[in-house]
């Protein structure tokens, strides 16, 4: 009988020790991010400035699909998730396909160069970019000098090119990070694997498509789902390598967000509206991402 | 005899892979070898399209910290990024072990709850932190600074999927030998798990070093920026000098660099361990 009551309060001790363990990291979520959502989901049913706000219900919701602006950087930030995803992804899985090879010399040399951009900081590669861009900068140098152009291009002056110029920063900037996770993904995997399928004659491409790609789907789903996030929060670029121009035609929903709140006149609430749209898309992209990722097993 | 023969047909046969990634490789690190370049010339010499480092290094460094507080935005940044970094790691890293470890029904709801955190954008949720923070006085603070950015379910979730390989044997036999739960956590789990915390320490202070939009919100005053802040600063001047940008550049990006070399096989081991 004792024992057994001492046995008992052991495993209460422990479950106690457990929740205790999880308690300080759940709340710093619920206080630092579950809570300000639900107060911007609030605020984006208010319209006013400084502290005197009164709920006037969608209007802001209103206001968002009619201001040109944000439309623009609406379909903007598809553009970039459209085209740099998925490029990214693929030259990431490539790279990653490469260098998990036991024959391959110079292989952490490799695995370092392409990695390292990820050590860059956001503003600092943009600003890398903006410059290597520029109207006298390297690119353009190089090209006037292979004649290909007469006089330096403005790169960042055109709304198409100065695009293609943050998609190719992002790629440059993001491919390496991913390839870490796939490179984990592969050496999770048997390599006996890839040495049956050699032994049945299967080509590179075939134990690609047959064997990479299916074993490293829920790495790819995880890579898919950061990279949606990360592209359709997209900021520190749109901020410092073209400033969202030239007039607006590069500009991200966050970069229009930041400047409706905290430049010029300050206005919260249309702001909150524009961020909660964001959420929600990022929600529902999320889901799917999910959803498809289930049915295929 | 066969095997030299086979061994140069192999590596014959990879020869596309060596181009391919050694033209990957270059374009990875050209523009960092630009950046030295460019920090090391004058604004002639690189908008003549110089690669070549040049003599005018201390003259930039010199411009920079005539116009900039390098040494402040230095000194903030390294307080922001190391107090994000041993708070994340100490909480996150007792989260992962206590929904791994101590795993029951309502444990994995509670994450499944958690994990949602990973799609509220920070757009979102700086607005009204932005309002809490002033109410609390907060802004312009380093604990401003770290209060949103010490707990991330990602990190929870790293160190969860790691656990997951951690013996419970070692568990049950540091029970017997009388170690209470706490102990168990910082004597077996914490050393076992070695790299684990690299990885994780590198990812989470690359993200606080390389914070922007945050402490863009919070730091209003001009005197608790950080380098990332300094350096976007710098381009946003009447005269764009090239070179003394890149120099500030430069010193933003060594910080990074030299945690990720110096972690970096611990890096790839934890990495490994999390995709599992």
Redesign the interface.
Known sequence: MESKKKGMSLLA???A??????T???L??VV??????V??FL?SLQTGRGTNYTFTGISNYARMFEDRVFLRSVTNTFFYLAIQVPIMLILAIL?AQ??N?R???FKG?????????????????A??????FAQ???IN??LV?LGIFSEGYNFLGNAGTAKMVIIIALI?RWT?YNM??Y???L??IEYSVYEAAKIDGANGWRTFWSITVPLLK??II?TF?MSI?GT??L??ES??LTNGGPANATIT??HY??NT??LRAPN?GY??A???F??II??IL?FINLKVGDTRD | MTEPKN?SM??RR?IP??I???I??????F??L??IS?ATNNYIDI???R?LPGKYAVENFKNLVAQQPLARAMTNSFVYAIAVTVICLL??S??G???E????KW?DK?FSI?LL????????????????FSTAKLLNTAVGFF??M????FM?MMFRQNARAFPIDIIEAARIDGL???QI?YRMFFPTMRSTYAAAAVITF?NA??A??WP??IMTDGKSLN??ML??NT?GGYKID?GM??MG?LF??IP??V??FVL?KQF?EG??G???
């Open positions: 001790k422990q479950r020790a457990g929740w205790a363990f999880l300080p990291a759940t710093m979520i630092m991010s579950f809570y300000p959502m107060r911007a605020l790279l490469l260098l090879n024959d391959l010399k040399l490799f695995r370092t160069c392409v990695f390292l951009p990820c050590a860059t900081s956001l503003v600092s590669y600003i890398i970019f903006r410059f290597l006298d900068g390297l140098n190089a000098a440059w390496g870490v996770f490179l984990a993904g050496q999770n829920p790495t995880m789902i996030n359709l929060q900021f520190d901020v410092n929903m966050s967000i930041y709140c905290f919260f702001g909150s524009m961020a909660f964001v959420f990022v929600a999320a | 061994r192999i590596q990879l892979t060596y391919f990634l050694t990957f490789s270059i374009i990875s690190i523009p960092f630009w950046m460019a908008s003549k399209g690669l909480i996150c007792l989260a072990y206590g929904f470890i101590y795993h029951d444990k509670l958690l955190a990973m799609m509220v954008p920070q757009v979102a949720t700086m607005i009204p932190l932005f309002q809490m209060l949103p010490i707990s991330t379910p929870i209470n739960e706490l956590f690359m070093w390389n922007y939009l863009k919100v380098m990332v350096i976007a381009i090239y940008i890149m550049v933003c990006s990074t660099m945690v990720f970096q790839a990495i490994t999390a995709v599992k």
